[in-house]
């Protein structure tokens, strides 16, 4: 069973800066594409980034192009998202999610495993 653990959320201002980190105490991370989601209070959870297993393709949604990174360093078997000029309605609690059958998109429903989350608060 994989176990993912999300850290490195909080309370920021927007226009500030967070980093999130997802690894899994197995070390079998680093075989498998990941995901980020989030879900805000009364909203579905929606998908925010994809990376491959070996990191050469990562995805966005269109909500978070050019303010999002994701990463990963396979040898620290974690994968990490970057987000800058974060914004209030980034607000929401963000998961990891692993995708074993490797479909390479952004739906919920493709991803089997998941984290517990970590919360992310965007406000003055």
């Known amino acids: 069973q994989l176990q993912l653990v999300e850290s490195g959320g909080g309370l920021v201002q927007p226009g500030e800066s967070l980093r999130l980190s997802c690894s899994d105490s197995e070390f079998v991370l680093k075989y498998y594409p990941t995901g980020w989601f989030r879900q805000a209070p009364g909203k579905e959870r929606e998908g925010v980034s994809y990376?491959?297993?070996?990191?050469?393709?990562?995805y966005y949604a269109d909500s978070v192009k050019g303010r999002f990174t994701i990463s990963r360093d396979n040898a620290k078997n974690t994968v990490y998202l970057q987000m800058n000029s974060l914004k209030p309605e980034d607000t929401a609690v963000y998961y990891c999610?692993?995708?074993?059958?490797?479909?390479?998109?952004?739906?919920?429903?493709?991803?089997?495993?998941w984290g517990q989350g970590t919360q992310v608060t965007v406000s003055s």
């Open positions: 999610a692993v995708d074993v059958t490797d479909e390479g998109g952004l739906g919920p429903d493709e991803y089997e495993y």
């Open positions: 990376i491959s297993y070996n990191g050469d393709k990562q």
